[in-house]
């Protein structure tokens, strides 16, 4: 294991890759068979024994992702998590995240989640439209998505997420506006839009390639991106990462963030990847492989990557434009041993020039219109290191 796990907080993410319905938008790995849950489990806590075995890891951070993390049952969450806290140096203050689908969080699992350590809970709403919920292929109604809200409030959580996707075919900015005005009556502690995309090999691109629907044009995406960020930061949401607004500095995801400054995390799970600061790894996709392994008492590793320093400055340039404050350009340096603003200096002055990125308090970061383009100013950056 690196050290950088010994010197740093760690974040542990676990897949969950089990679902009662596939999405026609998703690409992340899941399967609607759940007769594997219970071989999964047994196969999960295996790894969990494997990786963090070293007492040095502390870990601050844990994430129940997927998938649909609900569709586990309360005592196998529940092992879960008191194995993690068996093998690791968790902080007593660490976030404990579970995603759930409002048609499988009921108040009961909430409840049980809830009192098993979880302390966080983000909520796959994605909308409060049914005929929108319909086209995403979703099994649960708006009706649903409130109740499941309310649900988690009854059970005790505090700290609660919605993801809401905009930038479906023929969507207004009235539309959008809509579904906002309904989460934010909700106040949750954290929103996270995200915009539609049409994923390879997924039953919406399948849909698009038949000319099923006309997709938004990418400047109506653009003019609904900038009214979610104008709608949310009236209402007293910080926009603190392009897709992702907390009501609080002490609400925003403390493990996504763990991503986007690159601090390390070790995934556990199917198709999981982990990140030890110069090392990025990733576990086999398919669950029966994944089980069949550590069964045998073998890792369920696939590959791994050892990250050149040019590797590490294109995911700092890509990920640290990714949040609103920027990337700090003096560690910038220190960890790069350059200038940043003499080596980005062309692509610096033609951005700063259009307001869409901004040199201040030591950091660079993008503009709200700037973030736009995120892609495309972060991929200019990176051709600088060629």
Not at 325 to 349: H, K, M, Y
Request: with cysteine.
């Amino acid at each position: 294991m690196s050290s950088s796990f010994i010197h740093q907080p760690a974040g542990i993410y676990i897949h969950v890759p089990f679902c009662r319905k596939k999405c026609a938008y998703c690409d992340f790995y899941s399967l609607t068979d759940q007769s594997l849950i219970d071989a999964y489990v047994t196969a999960l806590k295996k790894e969990a024994a494997m990786v963090l075995s070293e007492k040095a890891m502390a870990v601050d951070t844990i994430y129940f992702g997927g998938g649909t993390p609900s569709v586990l049952n309360l005592n196998q969450i529940t092992e879960i998590i008191s194995l993690i806290n068996l093998l690791s140096n968790i902080y007593t203050d660490s976030e404990i995240t579970v995603e759930v689908n409002p048609e499988s969080a009921g108040r009961e699992w909430l409840k049980a989640v809830r009192e098993a350590g979880v302390n966080r809970v983000s909520i796959g709403i994605q909308s409060f439209d049914d005929n929108a919920l319909a086209f995403l292929g979703r099994i649960h109604s708006a009706g649903r998505g409130l109740e499941a809200v309310a649900a988690a409030r009854s059970a005790g959580f505090d700290n609660i997420g919605l993801d809401i996707i905009y930038g479906l075919p023929g969507q207004t900015r009235t539309d959008l506006e809509a579904d906002l005005s309904r989460a934010i009556a909700l106040a949750p502690e954290h929103i996270s839009c995200y915009l539609l995309t049409m994923e390879t090999g997924t039953p919406l691109e399948g849909a698009l390639r038949r000319k099923a629907f006309v997709p938004l044009s990418d400047a109506r995406q653009s003019d609904l991106f900038l009214a979610a960020a104008e709608v949310l930061t009236a209402n007293g949401y910080l926009h603190y990462e392009i897709s992702n607004f907390a009501c609080r500095p002490e609400t925003r995801s403390r493990h996504n963030t763990k991503y986007w400054q690159r601090v390390p995390y070790a995934g556990l799970g199917p198709a999981a990847h982990s990140y030890t600061g110069s090392v990025r790894y990733w576990n086999v996709r398919d669950v029966s492989d994944y089980v069949e392994r550590l069964s045998a008492d073998r890792s369920p590793r696939q590959a791994d990557e050892l990250l050149t320093a040019r590797q590490k400055m294109m995911e700092s340039l890509y990920l640290g434009l990714r949040l609103a404050e920027g990337l700090e350009i003096d560690a910038f340096n220190r960890e790069f041993s350059t200038d940043f603003q003499i080596l980005f200096a062309p692509v610096l002055a033609e951005h700063r020039s259009t307001g869409m990125l901004e040199m201040a308090q030591g950091r660079c970061r993008l503009s709200t219109r700037g973030m736009l383009f995120h892609e495309t100013i972060a991929a200019e950056l990176a051709g600088l290191l060629e």
